[in-house]
């Protein structure tokens, strides 16, 4: 590791005690569940419908997984994608918290080249500020989108950064969050606000997100929670994994390993409802693997799309790796993954045409698992 990240694990390390409280990272399993569930947005965009829409489907989705118990509620950023709307973290988040008081609300996650350090801290600040205790900031190296869009986001010459740039930055993002640059830095008289400068304050657990060993490796030698992104790169879960728990160094943050990965699921009350459902969310991966992103198809379109045989390869690959079904079914394939990959926690992503297709699988999800039922706060 570049001595960038060997100050970022130095950082890691020292923080306030007062912002490292594991228990926000840590989740409790609920009803018959053998691990912690909790939700990965990507805020979907069916064909027909709106963001206006999808976004009042997450505060739904969002409200519901906070009355039947699932851990946390985080959601992706994605830039240039017609049938995502979740290009913007830190304003749903913002959101989110405004109709909910319990669940803890995170990004999955933010894409740090693509941003400042600074303004991630600034946003993130603010966001603890308007939910204390309640928010993770979850970042990850990739652009979230294709190089073009990335060049637009990050401005000229960024676009090709090296690796080790990442650990500098993610440094330089909890030097923020501390407000702890050591006398002579340029930045030393730098303050994100809301933050430290402020007074005491808690501040968000990070999280490394990936899809390769990189993430993997960095996340157990600075001891900070790590979540793989099992719903895309399922290949990789394993090997990445166990190279996380090899790597991990006990921190100030955490005592031991702590993985979730993300899994795509969806339940409805027939197999031919998921299978109708889930096929749309596999055209649409299929159309942005090869060029041509748009809205989520509806199970109309999917169902009359004429598969050539390469893309019928794909797409029954794509869908091999997607838990969908009865709630009886999605129940056992969760159980049989968990106990595969030893992950200490599921992050469920329902990708579908319908909004009401994804609300009704986390809430007949959590019916099957016996998961609590509790009345939701009004806001």
């Known amino acids: 590791m570049s001595d960038a990240g060997d100050e970022a694990q130095g950082r890691a390390s020292a923080s306030g005690a007062a912002n490292r409280n594991a228990s926000g990272i840590r989740g ?62 830190a304003v749903i988040l913002a959101h989110l918290a405004a109709h909910t008081s319990r669940i803890r609300l995170g990004s999955g996650g933010v894409m740090l080249p693509n941003h400042a350090p600074l303004a991630v801290a600034e946003q993130f600040g603010t966001l603890e500020a308007l939910a204390p205790g309640r928010i993770d900031l979850g970042l990850g190296r990739a652009p979230g989108t294709d190089g073009r869009t990335a060049a637009a986001l990050r401005g000229p010459g960024r676009l090709d950064e090296a690796a080790d740039e990442f650990p500098r930055r993610l440094a330089e993002l909890t030097r923020f969050l501390d407000d702890d640059f050591p006398d002579g830095h340029p930045y030393a008289r730098v303050h994100a606000v809301p933050g430290p400068v402020q007074g005491p304050t808690g501040r968000p657990p990070l999280w490394l997100l990936g899809s390769s060993g990189f993430s993997a490796r960095l996340a157990g030698e600075l001891g900070l929670p790590f979540a793989y992104a099992h719903h895309f790169s399922a290949a990789g879960t394993l090997p990445a994994l166990d190279l996380y728990r090899q790597s991990f160094r006990p921190s100030a943050v955490l005592d031991a390993p702590y993985a979730v990965i993300g899994v795509s699921a969806l339940a409805a009350d027939t197999d031919e ?30 169902a009359a799309y004429a598969f050539s045989a390469p893309e019928r390869e794909f797409v029954d690959s794509w869908l091999a790796n997607v838990v969908h079904g009865t709630p009886d079914e999605v129940r056992a394939g969760l159980d049989d993954l968990a106990k595969l990959t030893g992950a200490d926690e599921l992050m469920l992503t329902a990708n579908a045409h319908s909004g009401a297709a994804r609300l009704r699988s986390y809430g007949l999800v959590a019916d099957v698992y016996g998961m609590p039922t509790q009345v939701p706060a009004a806001h």
């Open 28 to 89: 409790t399993a609920q009803g018959r569940a053998t691990v912690p569930l909790s939700v990965l947005d990507l805020v979907t965009v069916g064909a027909g419908s709106t963001a206006h829409a999808s976004l009042r489907t997450s505060v739904e989705i969002a409200r519901l997984a906070e009355s039947r118990g699932y851990h946390r509620h985080w959601v992706a950023e994605h830039h240039s994608m017609p049938g995502v709307a979740s290009s913007s973290p």
């Open 273 to 302: 409802e998921a299978r109708a459902q889930v096929l749309t969310g596999a055209l649409s991966m299929l159309r942005l693997r090869t060029g041509r992103p748009g809205l989520i198809p509806t199970p109309e379109e999917a």
